[in-house]
């Protein structure tokens, strides 16, 4: 049995690593993102999920998904951006049960002010994840 205790030994670690790479990079963009523009790593990436969409807008079901996060949890993130007017929501037109997020013209601003900070930091923390030996395979895999 001692390969596949290899086996699960290795997908352990692998784990590990990239678990390790996530903190890594979350935490320093968290840092960089609340310094330089008042916006948590969450409120980025919902801002940056929606202005990929056509016409900057999402169903609140697909947002949480797109973020990874739970709907509750989505929609206490939506109600701070929208607090702040980075965003709003709308009822969907032809199913009015269905909720659309949108990004107004101060969360595009925004965003586009936050994207090059957000690519600097991750382009620097996946350079020095490239000279450690344990993650330099991953952030090949990201680069």
Avoid: F
């Avoid at 609140?60 to 701070?80: C, D, I, P, Y």
């Avoid at 601003?109 to 382009?123: I, N, R, S």
């Amino acid at each position: 049995m001692p390969l596949a205790d290899d086996a699960v030994e290795a997908r352990a670690q692998g784990w590990r690593t990239l678990a390790a790479l996530h903190a890594k990079i979350e935490d320093r963009l968290e840092k960089a993102l609340q310094k330089g523009h008042e916006l948590s790593v969450s409120e980025y990436t919902v801002l940056d999920v929606l202005a990929r969409q056509d016409g900057w807008h999402m169903r609140m079901q697909q947002l949480a998904r797109a973020v990874v996060l739970s709907q509750s949890a989505t929609t206490r993130l939506v109600t701070r951006l929208e607090k702040r007017e980075l965003l709003r929501r709308y009822l969907c037109e032809d199913d009015r049960r269905g909720i659309y997020s949108e990004v107004t013209p101060a969360g595009r601003e925004l965003l586009e002010l936050a994207g090059p900070t957000h690519d600097a930091v991750l382009k620097e923390v996946l350079a020095e994840a490239a000279e450690q030996p344990e993650l330099a395979p991953l952030a090949a895999v990201i680069t």
